[in-house]
């Protein structure tokens, strides 16, 4: 069972960046579509990004597109969030998830991280 351990988040002002990491453990990383979540405080989680075990097919929600960018790298079993133009409202814990269905990463996914804390302030 894959083990997931993201990194990367912080305080950040409006129109900053961020990139999250996540590493991956008790797997074959390139076997897993990958993603991310976010839970903003009394909100409920939603899906921010999501990646194929290739990389070749990526989906983004609506609120982030144009601004995040999810990639990969299966040599370092390691998946990134590139987050740029970032609002006040993308403050969250940013969840790195996998499954071994995409259709499972973009849904209700398998496993999931302990989280990271992203705040912007603006």
């Known amino acids: 069972q894959v083990q997931l351990v993201e990194s990367g988040g912080g305080l950040v002002q409006a129109g900053g960046s961020l990139r999250l990491s996540c590493a991956a453990s008790?797997?074959?990383?390139?076997?897993?579509?990958m993603g991310w979540f976010r839970q903003a405080p009394g909100k409920e989680r939603e899906f921010v990004a999501a990646i194929r075990w290739n990389g070749y097919s990526t989906s983004y929600a609506n609120s982030v597109k144009g601004r995040f960018t999810i990639s990969r790298d299966n040599a370092k079993n390691t998946v990134y969030l590139q987050m740029n133009s970032l609002k006040p409202e993308d403050t969250a814990v940013y969840y790195c998830v996998a499954d071994n269905v995409y259709s499972r990463v973009v849904g209700i996914p398998d496993y999931w991280g302990q989280g990271t804390q992203v705040t912007v302030s603006s």
């Open positions: 008790r797997g074959t990383f390139s076997s897993y579509a």
